[in-house]
């Protein structure tokens, strides 16, 4: 299994720029996550869907974030524009939809905004 | 909102002591899970605890819940450097697949 896959690993754009960061899901899982995480706030969920359906995205901190999942394989979480306070490490996690199961994190799209 | 209360924030031990953290809830606890991430890596799924008063033991971990279910605890007996890292808990919320993590206790193994 080759795991959660997310690219870019690392990413240094300048404010005002758009940013895109992809995700693969685990085959097979149905739900996939995307979280950021700064020293400040932690570990935060922006926004989760189940089989490709936005579920819930109180967590997405302004109408600069967006995220789509046109398919079970794939999923973007694009910043537009981007600010130096977006700064962070973004993880995409899936999981087999289902009560309490353990959810698996890629590796993190570690972004810079200058 | 819900959430889930770790501490200590932050931990110093030396090698070879034990090491504990705390995770704390305002509400009863379906279940619980804990996660590690290594510095610079990402959260991995350790252990979920599901019954009232249940114990689990991963070599040198020992995971606890609460009789009561809405606490829980990791205690690492004779810390070594592979332990080093940031451990959350995280309250699976019986609905969506959705997890809310604590804010995590932070290890620092000094040799």
């Known amino acids: 299994d080759a795991g959660v896959i997310q690219s870019p690993r690392h990413e240094v754009t300048e404010m005002g720029q758009e940013v895109t960061l992809r995700c693969k899901p685990i085959s097979g899982h149905n739900s996939l996550f995307w979280y950021r995480q700064t020293m400040m706030r932690g570990l935060e969920l922006l926004i989760y869907?189940?089989?490709?359906?936005?579920?819930?995205d109180s967590g997405m901190p302004e109408d600069r974030f967006s995220a789509k999942m046109p398919n079970a394989s794939f999923s973007t979480l694009k910043i537009q524009p981007s600010e130096p306070r977006d700064s962070a490490v973004y993880f995409c996690?899936?999981?087999?939809?289902?009560?309490?199961?353990?959810?698996?994190f890629g590796p993190g799209t570690r972004l810079t905004v200058l | 909102g819900q959430q889930v209360m770790q501490i200590p924030q932050y931990q110093h031990v030396q090698e070879g002591e034990d090491f504990t953290t705390y995770c704390n809830s305002s509400t009863t606890l379906s279940n619980i899970q804990w996660y590690k991430q290594r510095p610079g890596g990402h959260p991995v799924f350790l252990i979920q605890?599901?019954?009232?008063?249940e114990v689990k033991k991963q070599k040198r971990l020992t995971f606890q819940f609460g009789e009561a279910k809405k606490n829980s605890s990791l205690h690492i007996t004779a810390t070594q450097t592979t332990d080093v890292g940031t451990y959350f808990c995280a309250d699976p919320m019986n609905r969506d697949d959705k997890i809310i993590f604590g804010k995590g206790t932070r290890l620092h193994i000094l040799p």
């Open positions: 996690a899936s999981t087999r939809q289902g009560t309490y199961n353990e959810q698996f």
């Open positions: 605890l599901v019954k009232s008063g």
């Open positions: 869907f189940n089989n490709n359906v936005p579920i819930d």
